[in-house]
């Protein structure tokens, strides 16, 4: 995808245009753990969905990859182990309060949900106002490998700290819906993907060689795409052009779906923003519930 084609993205997103809004950060800490804060927020500073911490184990963690620590979010059941696991990717702004408030809904439905910190090598996404400089300094900085790699560190750091990696699932949200499609198609132990309105082509580059349509027909596991029919920067003749890829590829791939919501615009999961619709964010929550259990992760 050309940078330019993600700042136009970025900020029709987000209503922007292009400068720093008043109030967008707020300290989360009591609810995130040290080191975690609101992201930029166009509206509101906080998720408009509060799901409780009781019996949840959550909080920041380290993860080693290559002797390099990684921050990301962990949410689970208090004291239990043997759990499903679930990658949590975040949308361009990392792991805010909304992509905290995701991995305890998981743990509440008995995941040990991970969220890693998947730009922190290249700087505090969450510090941006600026859209244009968000995605020149930063996004458009992170190499597709390096991706890759830490999400593989995530999953080892899972399976030593209560997760049962044998079942294993990823979702993500937007840019993180994107990396969901490349997870699928990395890992052979992802059981399950679901991808929340992940852009699905884009230009080859060196630090994005492969788009989903690239990697559509070779997945290990099946994933569900929850799109929107009213979303501009996904346009449905590339969901069309995925659907093709997907019928004819390997058994992972003719057995993945894509549910496509009439009037729904992008990020309507996202309940800290105006996109947000409340119908499909539902509906969709329990697809991907159920998407996970058919394929063996619940």
Same mark, same amino acid.
């Given at each position: 995808?050309?940078?330019?084609?993600? /700042?136009?993205?970025?900020r029709?997103?987000?209503?922007?245009?292009?400068?720093? =809004?008043?109030?967008?950060?707020?300290?989360?800490k009591?609810?995130?753990?040290?080191g975690?804060?609101?992201?930029?927020?166009?509206?509101v500073a906080?998720?408009?969905?509060?799901?409780?911490?009781?019996g949840?184990?959550?909080?920041?963690?380290?993860?080693d990859?290559?002797?390099f620590s990684?921050?990301a979010?962990?949410?689970?059941?208090?004291?239990?182990?043997?759990?499903?696991?679930?990658?949590? /990717?975040?949308?361009?702004?990392?792991?805010?309060?909304?992509?905290?408030?995701?991995?305890?809904?998981?743990?509440?439905?008995?995941?040990?949900?991970?969220?890693?910190?998947?730009?922190?090598?290249?700087g505090?996404?969450?510090?941006?106002g600026?859209?244009a400089k968000?995605?020149?300094?930063?996004?458009n900085?992170?190499?597709?490998?390096?991706?890759m790699?830490?999400l593989?560190a995530?999953?080892?750091?899972a399976?030593?700290?209560?997760?049962?990696t044998?079942? &294993?699932?990823?979702?993500g949200?937007?840019w993180?819906?994107?990396?969901?499609?490349?997870?699928? +198609?990395?890992n052979?132990?992802?059981k399950?993907?679901?991808?929340?309105?992940?852009?699905?082509?884009? =230009?080859a580059?060196? &630090?994005?060689p #492969?788009?989903p349509?690239?990697?559509?027909a070779r997945l290990?596991?099946p994933?569900l795409? /929850?799109?929107?029919?009213a979303?501009?920067?996904i346009?449905?003749?590339?969901?069309?052009k995925?659907?093709?890829?997907?019928?004819?590829g390997? +058994?992972?791939a003719?057995?993945?779906?894509?549910?496509?919501y009439?009037?729904?615009?992008?990020?309507?999961h +996202?309940?800290? #923003?105006p996109?947000?619709?409340?119908?499909?964010a539902e509906?969709?929550?329990?697809?991907c519930l +159920?998407?996970?259990?058919?394929?063996?992760?619940?």
């Open positions: 995808m050309h940078p330019h084609d993600k /700042l136009d993205e970025a029709s997103l987000l209503n922007l245009s292009g400068t720093e =809004q008043p109030n967008r950060r707020a300290a989360m009591a609810a995130l753990g040290v975690y804060a609101m992201a930029a927020a166009p509206v906080q998720t408009a969905i509060k799901t409780p911490a009781d949840l184990t959550v909080g920041e963690v380290m993860i990859v290559g002797g990684m921050p979010y962990r949410a689970a059941p208090a004291g239990k182990t043997g759990l499903p696991v679930v990658l949590v /990717l975040s949308e361009i702004f990392g792991v805010h309060e909304y992509i905290a408030d995701t991995a305890r809904r998981f743990a509440r439905a008995g995941y040990l949900a991970i969220a890693p910190e998947l730009f922190v090598r290249q505090d996404a969450q510090s941006y600026e859209m968000l995605m020149a300094e930063i996004i900085k992170v190499p597709d490998a390096q991706v790699g830490d593989d995530a999953v080892q750091w399976g030593a700290h209560g997760g049962d044998r079942k &294993l699932a990823v979702t949200f937007c993180g819906g994107r990396q969901t499609w490349l997870y699928a +198609a990395h052979p132990a992802v399950a993907g679901v991808a929340w309105y992940g852009r699905l082509v884009g =230009q580059s060196e &630090l994005q #492969r788009h349509v690239d990697v559509g290990h596991g994933v795409g /929850l799109y929107g029919a979303d501009t920067g346009p449905l003749d590339t969901v069309d995925m659907k093709g890829v997907l019928a004819g390997n +058994a992972a003719k057995a993945s779906q894509f549910v496509v009439p009037d729904a615009p992008h990020a309507f +996202a309940d800290y #923003r996109s947000f619709r409340q119908g499909p509906d969709g929550w329990k697809r +159920a998407w996970f259990a058919q394929h063996g992760v619940a």
